[in-house]
């Protein structure tokens, strides 16, 4: 009696879940994980895969949950699941995370092994699985050591220390890169290696950065990169801020002992014209097509470690610039400093109490917004800036959406207009909601949507502009974007050893159109550049051409 009384009391328990349709359990399950509720989803999801077994999603879910309570076995089950019906992300942490809640050691290490080079392995970076305090116990297996960048035992040994960051360089980029030898076969890539290994007893350290910086641009794509501000090295950099402009480049920002330089455009660097500092100081920049220099050479230039180890200078600590500032030639000695003492920059604009230009307005170390519009009244110009491919937990970017979907609804809009040309990237999935919005029947007319693209469309917003091109009427307008229509990206960051240099190694394949579609950038229809004379007198021309479009 007493246990039919029990199952009477369970089946009651679980009767709402029966009860219910597939449809209903799959929303429920879904807002539930969404709403970062996993816990709560469990039941749903273990009815969905009851009925539908080969779902991956489901188990890698259902994993999650296990892993998280502390049931291993249910839990490896699972994320075996997963894998067996093709989805890997973050599922190899977890199943050597579990096998060591279990004490199988040998298990934990054959997947902590493939979590190192796995494509997208989420959160969990590979140095930091490694010294996960979970795996404290295979610290004196030979196989885990393995997994770990080499020793340094002797710290007075620079030649050998290089040595082993050059070999653990290129190891960790092989193992993780998503495909080393696309444009670097594997015979010039271990050539390059060794080369630079044999010059390195030659060089000083800048030199030795300079050239790990080339080797890493080598491998051709812009998320493969060295931040070389990361790292155990002493470094310097200037006290200004460059940008280059379709007319030449320009200091835009300046430490306070400098600002009478803000507006200058620079003409020669220690005697050499500027196109061959560009072209020189381009070879340390990973890009994914030649608008990437533009976008990335003000970065690379103030970092005197390089601009010394490139031959640009016989120190790191000053360089001397003849530039052109309102038509008088000048001449000036710029120290560097160290990059802890370089303070706030005065900006341009704020020196000379300029307006900024509309696309700058909101984009700037003052006042930056990941989105936000403007209704321009006088030609009803909707205009929508999104300056990173973010969520933001005051404003999430769906919310904003929907608000700018509202907007569409009942304003008289004459043109729409979406600006990326800020839009280095951010997260792809998020693109679904921006696309909804850009698909609006009142605005996806040709002539009537226009987006804005430029040098800085990058990674996850160069991904919108494709998807954007497959699937709206709209005109692009601007500059050609930094990368591809199909590219290899994110970052997977890992660090050498002795310099402490952390490098990104790009290990997935980013592809929304045919595989046919071999472009170096999605080129605009209206091709309008943005000069200094635009950016000094708050002028945005692309804004211009819109407008002078719509008043006609």
Same mark, same amino acid.
């Given at each position: 009696?007493?246990? $039919?009384?029990?199952?009477?009391? #369970? ?11 597939? $449809? ?103 140095? !930091? #699985?490694?010294? *996960? ?11 885990? =050591? ?27 980029? +092989? ?45 051709? *794509? ?7 501000? +990361? ?12 940008? %280059? ?5 320009? $200091? ?27 072209? /020189? ?20 230039? &103030? ?74 009244? *006088? !030609? ?5 800036? &999104? ?9 999430p970017l769906p919310v904003f959406c929907d608000s700018i979907n509202l907007l569409i609804d009942s304003?008289? &809009? ?5 600006? &990326? ?7 792809? *999935? ?6 909804? %919005? ?6 996806? $007319?040709?002539? +009537? ?10 990674? #996850?917003?160069?991904?919108? /502009? ?6 709206? !009427? ?7 974007? #930094? ?36 472009? +170096? ?24 051409? =819109?407008i002078n479009f719509a008043n006609k």
């Open positions: 009696m007493k246990r $039919i009384s029990i199952l009477i009391v #369970a089946l009651i328990s679980t009767w709402p879940l029966f009860s219910q349709s597939k $449809i209903d359990m799959y929303l429920k399950a879904d807002s539930l994980l969404s709403t970062d509720k996993p816990e709560a989803a469990e039941e749903y999801l273990i009815q969905l895969i009851r009925d539908n077994p080969h779902n991956e999603g489901y188990h890698y879910s259902l994993g999650e949950i296990y892993y998280n309570k502390g049931e291993f076995r249910n839990s490896i089950v699972h994320f075996k699941k997963a894998q067996e019906f093709g989805l890997e992300y973050r599922s190899n942490y977890f199943l050597a995370y579990n096998y060591m809640g279990i004490n199988k050691p040998d298990s934990a290490i054959y997947y902590l092994t493939k979590h190192v080079v796995t494509p997208m392995n989420g959160n969990f970076l590979c140095e !930091e #699985a490694l010294y *996960d305090t979970i795996f404290q116990g295979l610290h004196n297996l030979p196989e885990y =050591i393995k997994l770990l960048p080499p020793e340094i035992i002797d710290s007075l040994n620079v030649t050998e220390n290089w040595i082993k960051d050059i070999e653990y360089l290129s190891l960790m980029l +092989k193992n993780t890169h998503y495909d080393p030898f696309c444009k670097l076969n594997e015979s010039d890539w271990d050539n390059a290696i060794e080369e630079l290994k044999q010059d390195v007893q030659f060089l000083n350290n800048d030199q030795i950065l300079v050239r790990i910086h080339q080797f890493v641009a080598m491998i051709g *794509d812009g998320h493969t990169s060295v931040y070389s501000m +990361k790292s155990n090295l002493p470094e310097k950099v200037l006290p200004i801020l460059t940008q %280059v402009f379709s007319d030449g480049c320009y $200091i835009v920002g300046a430490m306070d002992s400098y600002k009478e330089l803000l507006g200058a455009k620079i003409i020669t660097v220690n005697g050499l014209d500027f196109e061959s500092v560009y072209n /020189t100081v381009s070879s340390v920049i990973s890009v994914d097509n030649e608008m990437g220099f533009k976008n990335l050479f003000g970065w690379s230039f &103030i970092r005197m470690n390089l601009v010394h180890g490139l031959g640009l200078s016989k120190s790191r600590d000053s360089l001397e610039i003849t530039y052109l500032l309102d038509s008088v030639e000048g001449k000036k000695t710029i120290q560097s400093v160290k990059t802890g003492e370089r303070s706030e920059l005065v900006r341009y604009h704020a020196h000379y109490e300029k307006e900024y230009p509309l696309f700058l307005k909101n984009y700037h170390r003052g006042n930056r917004k990941s989105y936000w519009y403007k209704y321009i009244t *006088d !030609e009803n110009i909707l205009y929508v800036q &999104i300056n990173g491919i973010t969520s933001l937990k005051d404003n304003l008289d &809009i004459s043109t729409f207009v979406l600006d &990326i040309r800020n839009n280095s990237g951010g997260n792809t *999935d998020l693109n679904k909601h921006i696309l909804r %919005v850009m698909l609006s029947d009142k605005i996806n $007319i040709k002539g +009537k949507s226009f987006t804005v693209i430029g040098y800085k469309t990058f990674s #996850a917003a160069q991904n919108l /502009t494709t998807i954007i091109e497959n699937y709206t !009427e709209t005109i692009f307008i601007g500059e050609r974007t #930094a990368s591809k229509p199909h590219f290899i990206g994110e970052t997977n960051p890992f660090t050498l050893p002795y310099s402490g240099l952390m490098v990104g190694s790009s290990n997935v394949f980013h592809q929304r159109g045919y595989s046919t579609d071999t472009r +170096k950038w999605v080129a605009p229809d209206i091709l309008v550049e943005f000069n200094f004379e635009h950016f000094k007198n708050g002028i945005d021309p692309v804004i211009e051409e =819109i």
